[in-house]
Structure formats: structure tokens, C-alpha cells
């Protein structure tokens, strides 16, 4: 099995790789995805969430992501404590999602923060996602961010650069979703798939 890190700053598009990647035959984890499940309302992360932050940031008894962010993208000791909680739980799940796949299978993990975790060196194969800032701006204005948000969620993620010095492939998304949709079919053509493949022999 090839273990790929598909990561990227936010607004980047990263996730828009990872469904195409999905359609051209990867399985594809979403930490984001099992970020928010692993904390939701019942579970051992949602218990250690509110006793580490309070019940100031629940919205009718669940945990709500906004009041969160709120809180923990204005000190960076209190977002390193909420990724302290949140990382172990989220590699548990994908390492769960991850067990039985046969050999040849192609797993991409899409992990916004790897950096920041230092989590690359449990990939064969690290992809980055990269676009220039202002269309990153743009794009996240279209989600409905404030600009002071924007600012604040950029400001919390390493530059670019960091994201590309640790990749063995970058994918620019500068363009339209058609050259997006091009750049990635290249991807795995002339790169996964020829080493998922010698990985399964």
C-alpha cells in the first residue's frame, strides 16, 4: 500500500485534489472530517475538548467548531493544546480506515497541519498543494470568512515554502479546474500509481 500525505494551506484546494484523486481510484481519509468526529458529542475527544476549554464554546450541547476557532486562533499555546488532543484521536481513526486494504491500494491522507505536526516522515509520499495568496484570499471570501479570519487561520498554518521543502511533488492550483483536473490525472499516472504498483509486487 502507498501511504500519500496530500496537504496544503487553506484555501490552496486541496480538498478539491483529494475528491479527484478519489475519483481516479485512491481512497482518500479527510482529517478534517475525522477531526470533527472525533470530537463529536459522546466520544472520549469531546469530554477532554470541554474540560480543557469549557462549555463556552457548545452550542446546544455540541461542540461548535466557530466558538472554537474563535478561541484557539487567537493564542497559539491554546491551539497547540487543542492539536495535542485532536492528532493522536484523528491518526487512530485514519490508521483504522487504513487496515485491510490490499497491497497495491493507493491511501491519501489529506492533512492541512502536516507540517506542523510533523507527521511527513509516516508517508512514502508527500503532496502539497500550493496557490498564491490572494486567490487563497478570494476563494475563502466565496466560503463566507471575514478578512480578519482569514488573516488569523493563514497566520496559525506555515508559509508555502515550509509545505514544499518537505514534498516530493507540488501541485499548483493557480488556474482553472479543468488545468487542476489535468495536473492531478499527471500526478497519478506518472507517480502514484507506478509506485503504489511496485509497492504491491
Known amino acids: 500500500m502507498l501511504r500519500v500525505a496530500l496537504t496544503g494551506g487553506i484555501g ?3 480538498s478539491l485534489v483529494g475528491e479527484i484523486l478519489e475519483e481516479l481510484g485512491a481512497l482518500v481519509i479527510d482529517s478534517d472530517q475525522l477531526a470533527r468526529e472525533v470530537i ?3 466520544s472520549p475527544g469531546y469530554e477532554e475538548v ?8 457548545l452550542s446546544e450541547g455540541q461542540i461548535d467548531r466557530a466558538k472554537l476557532a474563535a478561541v484557539v486562533f ?3 499555546d491554546l491551539r497547540k493544546k487543542l492539536e495535542s488532543i485532536i ?3 484523528v491518526r487512530e481513526a485514519a490508521e483504522k480506515l487504513a487496515r485491510n486494504l490490499p497491497s497495491g491500494a493507493i491511501l491519501v491522507n489529506q492533512i492541512p497541519l502536516l507540517v506542523e505536526s510533523d507527521g511527513a516522515t509516516r508517508f512514502d509520499y508527500v503532496v502539497t498543494v500550493s496557490a498564491d495568496e490572494e486567490i487563497r484570499r478570494e476563494r475563502l471570501r466565496l466560503r463566507g470568512l471575514k478578512d480578519y479570519e482569514i488573516t488569523e487561520r ?3 498554518q506555515v508559509a508555502d515554502l515550509d509545505r514544499e521543502n518537505i514534498a516530493n511533488y507540488i501541485l499548483r492550483n493557480d488556474g482553472s479546474i479543468d488545468e487542476l483536473n489535468r495536473a492531478v490525472e499527471e500526478l497519478m499516472a506518472n507517480e502514484l500509481l507506478p509506485r503504489a504498483q511496485r509497492q504491491g509486487l
Do not use: V
Open 50 to 57: 470541554i474540560t480543557a476549554f469549557g462549555d463556552s464554546i
Open 40 to 42: 463529536e458529542r459522546g
Open 74 to 76: 487567537k493564542e497559539k
Open 12 to 14: 490552496s484546494g486541496k
Open 154 to 156: 493563514m497566520a496559525a
Open 87 to 89: 492528532h493522536p484521536l
